[in-house]
């Protein structure tokens, strides 16, 4: 009985001493690496900003201002979406977009949408999906440059009824053997533009009015559900 | 009596070791261990090599720190002891790559946490760190590592050729950006089920018939009677 009950202490004392140096270790590494990786997730972000916006077109820290908005009709999800807005000078000089195309053949696919306060696109680039290797991927800028073909696109130009793939009589390519991931794209770029067309004015006074206060999904919803 | 034993075959014992981690019982290819990240990480060569590196890297400091505490180790709490060390000293590698390779991380991004999950390492706790000296125990979680990542890599290297018409896509992951661009492009665009799950399952399949065959031939050579010796 004794043995056993000693049997039982020595392993939950190795256990415990093994626990705590296991934390140390885990809490040391933290120490060392927390910080780059902040950074370079900070960097990562600002990079695939700067693929879909030229940097030479604001001046402003773009990754730092940040506004929320919500429209599960026109921003493909339910969800807020997170908006960067650029400034030049003070003036708005563009907004982008982390849209979501929530038709793509294998669920929703993630985008990132850059508009000049023209409303013409700066670049558009696909940040996760998970369409068919080979067929729908062709939408990534590593695979194919498929996604420039928006660049100095606007909701005129192609006029609205154009925006569509071409196998529904719009103005965009489609890939061979996958039509539904284009479309899906297509669309949720439009309807980006849309989105901005709308609520420009009001993006940028909330951006400028959250400026020294912590931007908050709850509290800053475009359009109520 | 282990150190005995390791005393005496010591130094045909390093090879045979080594060939028993890395061809013998080769993770992947014999044992079958360790399945998960194996057919869900290689799509390229690339891939393969990187998780291949982690892993081993891994093996060797588990196996390492396993050995040098084997003789506080309570049997009823053994394996709750290894995933601990493993967990934390995987946490640790997730965390250092996500710092100092960040673009490769992004890429093995899930599979770097679930080495935790790779029966291989358990098991090579269990079966060998457990029971030798660091030495012995380091040595073979090299060898088992450096058999693994070799699966990975010819599992990567096959798909990303027939499924891709490339090889050594995404090197700049591994060795900067200089390296982008650079890699070899078949005059072939590549068969997509290679790419897709069933792939792996079929690349694997091949390269362990293929290690099969040889490891048969082997046998009917003469060398045959000395292994039979040494394994009775």
Known sequence: ?225 | MSEAAGNNTAMSGAGSLFADGFWRNNAAFVQLLGICPLLAITTTLVNGLALGIATTLVLIATNSVVSLIRGALVPSVRILIFVLIIASLVTTVDMLTNAFFHDLYRVLGLFIPLIITNCTILAQAESVASRHRIDHAALSGLATGLGFAAALVMLGGLREIVGSGTLFSGMEFLLGEALRGVYLNLPYDGMLAAILPPGAFFGLAILIAARNYFADRKKTNPSRREEAAVRP
């Open chain 1, 1 to 225: 009985m004794a043995d056993s009950e000693r049997q039982g202490l020595r392993a939950i004392l190795a256990v415990a001493v093994i626990a705590v140096c296991a934390a140390g270790l885990i809490s040391v590494s933290h120490r060392i690496s927390a910080e780059r990786i902040e950074r370079n997730v900070a960097e990562r972000i600002l990079r695939s900003l700067h693929e879909v916006l030229d940097p030479s077109l604001y001046d402003n820290d773009l990754v730092g201002t940040q506004v929320w908005a919500i429209d599960p009709d026109l921003l493909g999800t339910t969800d807020p979406v997170q908006v960067f807005l650029a400034t030049r000078n003070g003036e708005p000089a563009a907004a982008i977009f982390a849209a979501v195309a929530p038709r793509g053949y294998n669920g929703a696919i993630n985008l990132l949408v850059g508009v000049d306060a023209a409303g013409v696109i700066q670049g558009v680039r696909v940040t996760d999906h998970r369409e068919t290797p080979g067929l729908g991927d062709q939408i990534e800028i590593a695979i194919s440059d498929w996604v420039t073909g928006f660049d100095g696109t606007s909701l005129s130009d192609p006029p609205l009824p154009q925006w569509a793939v071409a196998a529904d009589g719009g103005r965009f390519d489609a890939f061979t053997g996958a039509t539904v991931t284009p479309r899906a794209v297509v669309q949720a770029v439009r309807d980006t533009l849309v989105y901005f067309n709308g609520h420009q004015a009001e993006l940028f006074e909330r951006a400028a009015a959250a400026e020294d206060v912590e931007t908050n999904p709850e509290s800053s919803g475009a359009n109520p559900p």
